[in-house]
């Protein structure tokens, strides 16, 4: 098995929660598979096949189709025994089962048809995460981020605005300088901002994918507000880089009756730690417009503490009722 075809098996056992189960062995007298690569249509059984791609065709009642690989011909058919030729090329892979099933039921009940991609037209790039059609490409020429990202229908609503590219080093530096190479991996990671993507002209961001490069899309990051806040939450930024204060204390709700509004603290982490560092807000002078509001960076806390002076008169088993949300969360997050 080819380097390229075992780094395929490495990334859809990473991907893939149920891969298609291991091959049998071929057919008596059948050739054996080319560079095959299990378990892909597990991951996008939508792929679209074309000239030159070959799939690994499985029909457990039809010997003379099980296990064998049949190549797409350059007219766009495969010639399978029992049923002829069979128009192949702008089909997906289920199609294409679908409708090998439906022409074997003229000669065997109820056939069981399975097929798996061993070979691809052109090497492929990868779409995992919150896509809205995340699968495998096909890299055709010099495919720039941007034309891969308007393929898959961009992000799905609740993605994050940061996408993550993964390049083996045998393929070169992801050419980016905050490009991040891991040597015993042997493979060098980016992340890049959707927004340096779309608002800028020939972005440097717009690079070109090579050969089995992964390109991965995260859930939403948040922001959480903790402490006396009406409701304690986590805020999805979805389509937002940042959210300012007053808008989180905003959708948590607002302050209740016994919040220090003066000494709000902002829990930042700390990149490569498990601190965070502490950032104090007086809110009170952002809304009265004398100090400018200040953003929220994904995964910062916005925590609230308690006035002890508003509380000083508030029954003991009270306090600890209303002080439960906020301890609790607090808690959770150290």
Do not use: C, W
């Not at 071929?26 to 679209?48: E, F, I, K, W």
């Not at 989180?248 to 003066?262: I, K, N, P, S, V």
């Not at 088993?317 to 209303?322: D, F, K, L, R, Y």
């Amino acid at each position: 098995m080819t380097s390229r075809s075992g780094f395929l098996l490495l990334f859809v056992s990473v991907i893939s929660s149920e891969l298609a189960p291991a091959q049998n062995p071929p057919a008596q007298g059948g050739p054996a598979p080319v560079n095959q690569v299990q378990g892909l249509t597990s991951v996008r059984p939508d792929y679209v096949l074309g000239p030159n791609d070959q799939i690994l065709v499985r029909v457990p009642q039809a010997a003379e189709i099980n296990e064998r690989p049949f190549r797409v011909d350059t007219e766009g058919f495969i010639n399978l025994p029992i049923i002829g030729r069979v128009r192949s090329a702008g089909l997906t892979v289920q199609a294409l089962e679908a409708e090998i099933t439906t022409r074997l039921r003229e000669y065997i009940r109820d056939p069981q048809v399975i097929i798996t991609v061993t070979q691809f037209r052109s090497e492929p790039v990868f779409v995992a995460g919150a896509f809205r059609a995340p699968g495998i490409y096909p890299l055709e020429g010099h495919r720039t981020l941007v034309e891969l990202l308007s393929t898959v229908g961009g992000l799905q609503p609740n993605a994050s605005r940061r996408v993550r590219i993964t390049r083996r080093s045998d393929y070169g530096p992801i050419p980016l300088q905050n490009a991040v190479e891991d040597k015993d991996k042997r493979i060098s990671t980016v992340e890049v901002s959707l927004q340096s993507l779309t608002e800028n002209i020939n972005p440097a961001e717009d690079i070109v994918l090579q050969s089995y490069d992964i390109v991965t899309a995260d859930r939403a990051e948040k922001v959480y507000v903790s402490g006396e806040v009406t409701k304690v939450a986590g805020i999805e930024l979805g389509e937002r880089d940042t959210i300012s204060v007053t808008q989180a204390l905003t959708e948590a709700g607002g302050f209740t009756q016994y919040a220090d509004r003066d000494k709000v603290r902002i829990l930042r982490p700390v990149t490569g730690t498990n601190r965070r560092a502490e950032i104090l807000i007086d809110t009170k002078r952002i809304f009265e417009g004398k100090d400018i509001d200040f953003p929220l960076l994904p995964n910062d806390v916005l925590y609230v503490p308690r006035s002890l002076r508003r509380s000083a008169a508030v029954p003991l088993g009270s306090a600890i009722v209303t002080s439960l949300p906020y301890i609790i969360v607090t808690a959770l997050l150290r």
